[in-house]
């Protein structure tokens, strides 16, 4: 899965891929069951780099992915106010090892742990909303693939959804917003807000991505 996830980020010209839950703390990332260098596709050096340096501890990719709900650019982490001088240069000396701009998706469980998928490219380009909006597909149903194989959810008791709130559970999934989904459904932003409340509601989730994910871990929707 980690080969064909690799080959269809080379679409959109990045060949650096990782995959990883954060450790009990949430400081550092570690790797799922399995073989590790299976998800991890860093150059050697970078890698060598970032361990010697003890680099989870200051990576604003963790920190920023513990308070978001959806895929952001790491420009928008560089760039924002909040970040300090230390992780501007995290991001700086990542460039200098050939990753110079990326995407990254948190994934936070029903449960409350939190993975995390990275994607980079050498080019400085800006990634693009559509680009953006892939690559969280690509990362939210490796995500479930790989939640599905270690049997993370069986057994689980998931509640009914109305067929409305299945569309707009699965509309969301797929990375639009309230709006574009009363346009798709030919319903009010409000109606739409309403039945994805419900949604997080009935699965008992903090977040519409995270009910998503629950929801199609559980197969009452699938992409």
């Keep these: 899965m980690f080969c064909l996830l690799s080959t269809f980020a080379l679409n959109f010209n990045c060949p650096w891929l ?15 069951q399995g073989d590790a260098e299976v998800m991890l596709k860093y150059p050697d050096k970078w890698q060598e780099r970032y361990f010697e340096m003890s680099y989870e501890t200051v990576d604003p990719i963790i920190r920023t ?39 990254s998706v948190p994934l936070h469980d029903p449960d409350g742990s939190l993975a995390i998928m990275n994607f980079a490219q050498a080019g400085e380009g800006e990634f693009g909303k559509r680009t953006v909006t892939y690559l969280q597909l690509a990362a939210l149903h490796f995500h479930l693939r790989i939640a599905k194989s270690v049997n993370s959810s069986v057994g689980e008791k998931m509640p009914l959804l109305s067929p409305r709130e299945k569309e707009c559970i699965l509309w969301t999934a797929k990375g639009k917003s309230s709006w574009e989904i009363g346009r798709i459904l030919s319903i009010s932003t409000n109606t739409v807000n309403f039945h994805i409340k419900n949604v997080i509601r009935k699965t008992e989730t903090c977040s519409r991505t995270t009910a998503a994910i629950k929801v199609i871990g559980a197969g009452i929707i699938t992409l």
């Design 18 to 32: 990782a995959y990883g839950r954060l450790t009990p703390d949430k400081r550092a990332m570690k790797p799922v």
């Design 65 to 103: 992915s513990q308070t978001r709900a959806s895929a952001f650019r790491w420009s928008e982490v560089y760039d924002d106010a909040s970040t300090t001088d230390g992780e501007r240069r995290f991001f700086d000396e990542a460039a200098t090892f050939g990753m110079k701009s990326g995407v």
